[in-house]
T-cell receptor, first 113, second 115 residues
Framework: GESVGLHLPTLSVQEGDNSIINCAYS??????FIWYKQESGKGPQFIID?????DKRQGQRVTVLLNKTVKHLSLQIAATQPGDSAVYFC????????????FGRGTSLIVHP | ETGVTQSPTHLIKTRGQQVTLRCSSQ?????VSWYQQALGQGPQFIFQ???????GRGNFPPRFSGLQFPNYSSELNVNALELDDSALYLC??????????????FGPGTRLLVL
């Protein structure tokens, strides 16, 4: 079946560095992608989204890049801070009228002070 | 904070019992989705409710059932609890509109432990 997955399960960076979290998807019909951040003991928190008609979208300290040719999604976090330490999930929305995101396993980001 | 609340925060049950989890959606949202998240895994979709009707279901047995009320709050019921039902149960609300995707906002979850 088609799925969403992440390349790296754990990413360790130093405070101040830029972080890049990658995600591969296999459903070429997916048209909406979302990045979530989940801190320990909390529910996933929306970070940023992007539609398939866009290649790049920027938020505050975060940028999402979408490469539809290779079905790849990335989340870039600038000047990573200890508060960014969390598990990051990418999710793709299924087709049709019901928007039901499919989550991958997640990448754990560890920021060292 | 997302404005989505869930109760209770933690719950301990024994195998075979039944449980009801509750969710209040964010103001203005008309869709509620429920997810099960096992430790170290991503959320797995259980089902979604839109305007009080089930609007999609994941690969979960019928003993997982739900309701959405006129005020768009929701319940998740699980009968005949099994040990593997131990997980974090997440509720997410969203506002459906034509022609676009809908961002889901998650509550803090209910941690269920089945002994």
């Amino acid at each position: 079946g088609e799925s969403v997955g992440l390349h790296l399960p754990t990413l360790s960076v130093q405070e101040g560095d830029n972080s890049i979290i990658n995600c591969a998807y296999s459903n070429s019909a997916s048209d909406y992608f979302i990045w979530y951040k989940q801190e320990s003991g909390k529910g996933p928190q929306f970070i940023i989204d992007i539609r398939s008609n866009m290649d790049k979208r920027q938020g505050q300290r975060v940028t999402v890049l979408l490469n539809k040719t290779v079905k790849h999604l990335s989340l870039q976090i600038a000047a990573t801070q200890p508060g960014d330490s969390a598990v990051y999930f990418c999710a793709e929305n299924t087709e049709g009228g019901s928007y039901i995101p499919t989550f991958g396993r997640g990448t754990s980001l560890i920021v060292h002070p | 904070e997302t404005g989505v609340t869930q109760s209770p925060t933690h719950l301990i049950k024994t195998r075979g019992q039944q449980v009801t989890l509750r969710c209040s959606s964010q103001s203005g949202h008309n869709t509620v989705s429920w997810y099960q998240q096992a430790l170290g895994q991503g959320p797995q979709f259980i089902f979604q409710y839109y305007r009080e009707e089930e609007n999609g279901r994941g690969n979960f047995p019928p003993r997982f059932s739900g309701l959405q009320f006129p005020n768009y709050s929701s319940e998740l019921n699980v009968n005949a609890l099994e040990l593997d039902d131990s997980a974090l149960y997440l509720c997410a609300s969203s506002r459906r509109f034509s022609g676009g995707g809908e961002t889901q906002y998650f509550g803090p979850g209910t941690r269920l432990l089945v002994l």
